[in-house]
Each structure stands twice: as structure tokens, then as C-alpha cells.
């Protein structure tokens, strides 16, 4: 379409409960607003291999919706989901109810939850993770949980660490240097205390104590 001005085509999907065309009904949450599908020929057949679809969360006044994502897995032949983006902006990654600002929902047999990879990095340690990841944040414990930040790097380049946790702080806050409790990096260390809260961990790894070690 040609015109002199910002706007563009648009492709709106309209739905409502009123079976009447052109009627008004209040939708149910949960309720499929459109769906975009993608299918091609496998086996005789046309098979779905993916869709984005918008459903109605809790309509009242307003209209909040979801985008969910689906592909069809290898070996498969329906959709699952992979991806929701909820109305609040929250995103879930195999998971549709995700409860903070990105959450990402593990299969079972998964360790790894997330790399980050560079086709210039090139290290030999590929029992670990593939030969170009240089970041990785892993479980401890497949099945008790625990988390393992990773960074891998082979022995050339100007530094020779594989992980660096830096703090900086700005030069005001950093002159109070004989207040109690100010550093760049702060590590805290707890454990359970034998119901639904937490306690410190003492200097010797051991002794229940409010400790925190500033770097």
C-alpha cells in the first residue's frame, strides 16, 4: 500500500462469545483471541510445526492477553508450548505461568539452563559444554537443585581467569571506608533452619551466626 505517511498494513483477528456476527460477548479466560499456524507436507499429510497464539487472561473491563509460542518437537507431531509472554510482560520458557520477570522451566532430563556462546572462543573443554560457550549457569544437583555459574576459557589472551565477579562502587560511597559493612562485593551464606527460613552460615562453615563478608 502506498501512502505519505508512519502507517502500515494491519491484520486484525476480532473475537467474541456472541455467536451473532457483529454481536458483542465478554470473553472466558483462557480463550483462544487468534492463532497463526505454520504447517508443511510430511508423510502424505500436512503436520503443524508451529504457531504463535494470543489468549484472553482474565477479561473484565479491559483486555490482558498472553502470546504463547509452539513448535512440534523432533519425533513428534503436535504443537507444544515453548514460550508465553504474559500481559504483565513476564516471560515464561517452557513454562505458561511464569512468576518473575524471566523464568525458565527445565525438562527433566536438562542440567544446563543457560549459555552464552561466541563463534570466536574456541577451548577444549567440550566435556563440559560446547567448544565456543564461554558462560554457563547450570543445577548442582539434578534432582535437589543448587546452581553452578561457569565461565570457560583457554589459556591465551591477556587475563587468565575464567570467572571474575566485579563490584564497583561509586567514589562517594567508596570514601566512608570505616563504616562498618562497605565493600565493592558482598557474599552471603545461609542455610536452612530446619523449617521455611534461613540463617547465616558462621566463619567456620559451621556455626549458625549473622555474618556477611564484604570484598
Known sequence: TNSADSAANVLYFY????ATDGAFADLNDGDDVGTIGWLYS???SYRHAAHIKVQAVSPSSDSPARMIFGTTPDAGYGITEKMTIMPDGKVGIGLDDPQSLLEIGMGTTD??????SNTDVAH???VYTQTDTWLGIEMSD????????????????????ALVLRGILQEETHDIKSAVGYGTVR?????????TSIQ???SDGLTAQTVQTWV
Do not use: L, P
Open 42 to 44: 510430511e508423510s502424505g
Open 124 to 126: 577444549g573443554m567440550t
Open 187 to 195: 557474599i552471603q551464606s545461609y542455610v536452612s533452619n530446619g523449617s
Open 200 to 202: 547465616s552460615i558462621g
Open 111 to 116: 542440567d544446563e539452563a543457560f549459555t552464552i
Open 15 to 18: 473475537k467474541s462469545r456472541n
Open 142 to 161: 539434578a534432582t535437589a537443585g543448587g546452581a553452578i555459574i561457569a565461565g570457560y576459557k583457554d589459556d591465551s589472551g591477556d587475563e587468565h581467569s
